[in-house]
């Protein structure tokens, strides 16, 4: 029998400093945490799908030990080894964890994001997709259904953290869910942020073009670095705002490489067209070790603290930074994160 071995070309002069250059700038527009903590100016409108009279905010599925020790101990193996974190894609998720995503999502005024702690829901999912008319029908029955679709048919109540079909904790902008498997506090307020990120545009058509790019091959990468460092950025400066010093070297060596999944993923993209074989994955997963020292060593830099900075986030922005209602009776709009 006849094994053929990958041997890579040799990468044009060009294209290794292209890739280096991909490589350097991601991993520093992850950022860090900056203060005063920054809400925004826009945030959730009458058009953003609402929760059914009675349901809460925030549910958890139903218990299964068969299910969840499979996800736990088998399908999410992957995820935890390249995150160093047994709490990714656990399946049980604490009250600690979930009330620190309900604070987040209070302060920043986002009371109409549905999240789904440990649960499968695809007919919920369904419903959320048709009525959620603040995206635009032909992002939500293209790029949307086919979202909803996956999540249908390989159920991340299982499947959460394995390659290729497991997905894992995430923000489905298509019906304004947050779905969440790990009992980790920095990956629940990362994807508290996506939705932030996501409220915070003001024009329904460019809110669109904004999630829906992102799915598109190649054109997608430089958007999907972008908001995943926003969401970074703003969940690593909630910390600071309103944890201690524990919490926040936490969210460093969480947040950091799992930023690096993403430049990774977009840096073997890049370098697929001048080379192939084993120095893709070099290239992917190199990023991933690289997430860990920056996490581990910007952790080291966290000066000790017992709580936040800024406790008062808390209570959401000040009366002085509101603004106007968009008529009687409406909330407050008020959501935006910039990086530094």
């Given at each position: 029998?006849?094994?053929?071995?990958s041997t890579?070309r040799?990468?044009?002069?060009g294209?290794?400093?292209?890739?280096?250059?991909?490589l350097?700038?991601?991993?520093?527009?992850a950022?860090?945490?900056?203060?005063?903590?920054?809400?925004s100016?826009h945030?959730?409108t009458?058009?953003?799908?609402?929760?059914?009279e009675g349901e809460p905010q925030?549910?958890?599925?139903?218990?299964?030990a068969w299910?969840?020790?499979?996800?736990?101990y088998?399908?999410?193996l992957?995820?935890?080894l390249l995150?160093?974190?047994w709490?990714?894609?656990?399946?049980?998720?604490s009250?600690e964890v979930?009330?620190?995503l309900?604070?987040?999502?209070?302060?920043?005024?986002?009371h109409k994001t549905k999240?789904r702690?440990?649960?499968?829901?695809?007919?919920?999912?369904?419903?959320?997709?048709?009525?959620?008319?603040e995206i635009?029908a032909?992002?939500?029955?293209t790029?949307?259904?086919l979202?909803?679709?996956?999540?249908m048919?390989?159920?991340?109540?299982l499947?959460a953290?394995?390659p290729?079909?497991?997905?894992?904790?995430?923000y489905?902008?298509f019906?304004?869910?947050?779905?969440?498997y790990s009992?980790?506090?920095?990956i629940?307020?990362?994807?508290?942020s996506h939705?932030?990120d996501?409220?915070?545009?003001e024009?329904?058509?460019g809110?669109g073009?904004?999630v829906?790019?992102?799915?598109?091959p190649l054109?997608g990468?430089p958007?999907?670095l972008?908001?995943?460092?926003?969401?970074?950025?703003?969940?690593?400066?909630?910390?600071?705002a309103?944890?201690?010093?524990?919490?926040s070297?936490?969210?460093?060596?969480?947040l950091?490489?799992?930023?690096?999944?993403?430049?990774g993923?977009?840096s073997q993209s890049a370098?697929?067209?001048?080379?192939?074989?084993?120095?893709?994955y070099?290239?992917?997963?190199g990023?991933?070790?690289?997430g860990?020292?920056a996490?581990?060593t910007?952790a080291l830099?966290v000066r000790?603290?017992?709580?936040g900075i800024?406790?008062d986030?808390?209570?959401?922005?000040p009366e002085?930074?509101l603004?106007?209602?968009?008529?009687?009776?409406d909330?407050p709009i008020?959501?935006?994160?910039?990086?530094?």
């Amino acid at each position: 029998m006849r094994y053929l071995v990958s041997t890579p070309r040799a990468m044009p002069c060009g294209a290794r400093v292209f890739v280096a250059l991909l490589l350097v700038i991601g991993q520093l527009a992850a950022g860090c945490a900056t203060t005063p903590y920054r809400f925004s100016t826009h945030g959730e409108t009458e058009m953003t799908v609402p929760l059914p009279e009675g349901e809460p905010q925030i549910e958890r599925g139903e218990p299964n030990a068969w299910v969840d020790g499979f996800g736990h101990y088998f399908f999410s193996l992957p995820s935890k080894l390249l995150l160093l974190n047994w709490k990714v894609d656990n399946h049980d998720i604490s009250p600690e964890v979930e009330q620190s995503l309900q604070e987040y999502l209070h302060a920043n005024g986002l009371h109409k994001t549905k999240v789904r702690l440990n649960q499968y829901a695809p007919g919920e999912e369904w419903e959320r997709l048709v009525e959620n008319t603040e995206i635009p029908a032909g992002w939500r029955y293209t790029v949307g259904l086919l979202a909803v679709s996956f999540y249908m048919i390989f159920p991340e109540r299982l499947f959460a953290g394995f390659p290729f079909i497991g997905g894992g904790d995430h923000y489905n902008p298509f019906t304004n869910t947050i779905s969440i498997y790990s009992n980790s506090r920095p990956i629940l307020l990362h994807e508290g942020s996506h939705a932030k990120d996501v409220a915070s545009c003001e024009s329904r058509q460019g809110k669109g073009f904004y999630v829906g790019l992102r799915a598109l091959p190649l054109i997608g990468l430089p958007l999907a670095l972008w908001q995943e460092a926003v969401s970074t950025n703003d969940a690593l400066s909630w910390e600071l705002a309103t944890a201690g010093s524990r919490q926040s070297k936490e969210a460093y060596r969480t947040l950091y490489p799992a930023y690096g999944t993403y430049v990774g993923g977009a840096s073997q993209s890049a370098a697929s067209f001048f080379t192939e074989g084993w120095i893709l994955y070099a290239i992917q997963y190199g990023m991933v070790v690289v997430g860990h020292v920056a996490g581990q060593t910007r952790a080291l830099f966290v000066r000790d603290r017992a709580g936040g900075i800024e406790p008062d986030v808390l209570n959401g922005p000040p009366e002085s930074c509101l603004p106007p209602r968009s008529r009687a009776g409406d909330a407050p709009i008020f959501l935006r994160v910039a990086l530094p």
